[in-house]
Structures are given as C-alpha cells and as structure tokens.
C-alpha cells in the first residue's frame, strides 16, 4: 500500500484535531467466544473515514477486564479505499513484545514486558511506513503505568484528541454473535 506525502501530512493534521464520538455498534463474539469487537464512529467532517475497533480477550474466568486484553485502533482510509491503521494502543498483561528496529527511536529492539500497555503512536507509525516496515513491524511506546482498561481507554483519547464515551464490554459468555443483534 503506498500513501502520498499529501496523505501523510493529511494524517498529521488530523490526528492533531479535535474528534467526537458519534456511536457505538453493540459488542460482539468474533471468530470465537472469548473475542469480541465493537466500531466506534467517529464525527469527521467526511474529510477522512475512521472507525475504531476494540478487540478484547473476554474471558468468564478473569475477575476483571483488566486481566484481559484488548486493542484500540483508529483506521484511515484514502481516496482510493485503501485501509491504514494509524494508531493504536494494546494492553496485554499475559504476553511480551519486542519493537522492530527504528533509526531515532528510544525504544528500538527492546522487549517490552508482558502487563505494559503499549501506545503505537502515529509519528513512529509513519517513519516505519517510510521505512518500508509491515504492519508487524510497527514501533510501540510502553506504558508501564496503565493497569486499568479505564486508563487505557483514556490514553488513547488523550493522544488522538477524541471526547465521548466509549462503552466497554461485560465479563460474560452471552454477547451476540458477529452479525447478530438483540
């Protein structure tokens, strides 16, 4: 996939601006029980398509949400249709990850450990793009202090300038299935 320096610079001004949540879809199982995934729509002034998706292990043994783990990821798409993921942000308290090697970047080939929350900010995102990196390769900034889905959440609208609530999931088997509504 290959973005201009014009849709770059795009992206770099829209992170930067203000952004309201519009909806939520309901929550629902993907692929199997214990995943569930919900689109949160953003109010954009048609200038670029986004959606947020929050893809979160559910598990009815874990006492809390806080020992799952989960993804918050905005999308853009360019004229052409082709998808982006820009930023995102994971908390995983059971697995460890080592970044990709990146030219000026503090946390390049270190091994962030399992529990700390890991912010994908666009400015690295966008060197890596340049660089030719995948999607796998993408450089992360850990976040040792977030231990709550509550501060995880709020990271992540803090960095993006995004207001609005965003609904989490409960700790149960009986979410709809992908495509199903109550």
């Excluded at 909806?23 to 214990?34: K, L």
């Excluded at 689109?39 to 874990?62: P, T, Y």
């Excluded at 390769?137 to 850990?142: F, I, Q, R, S």
Aim: proline share 4%; with cysteine.
């Amino acid at each position: 996939m290959a973005f201009t320096e014009d849709e770059y610079k795009k992206i770099d001004d829209y992170i930067q601006r203000n952004k309201q949540i519009q909806s939520q879809s309901e929550w629902v199982v993907i692929n199997n029980e214990r995943r569930v995934e919900s689109v949160i729509q953003l109010i954009d002034g048609n200038v670029i398509e986004v959606e947020f998706s929050f893809r979160g292990s559910v598990n009815k043994n874990a006492p809390t949400l806080d020992d799952t783990w989960g993804e918050l990821k905005l999308l853009y798409s360019n004229k052409n249709k082709e998808t982006l993921w820009v930023s995102r942000i994971s908390y995983n308290p059971v697995k460890n990850h080592t970044n990709c090697k990146l030219e000026n970047f503090e946390w390049s080939l270190r091994q962030l450990k399992k529990g700390v929350c890991r912010l994908y900010k666009w400015e690295n995102r966008k060197e890596a793009l340049k660089n030719g990196m995948t999607e796998e390769n993408a450089p992360a900034t850990p976040l040792p202090e977030i231990k709550t889905f509550d501060a995880f959440i709020k990271t992540f609208k803090d960095y993006l300038h995004i207001t609005g609530d965003i609904k989490l999931p409960t700790l149960s088997p009986e979410l709809p299935l992908e495509g199903e509504h109550k």
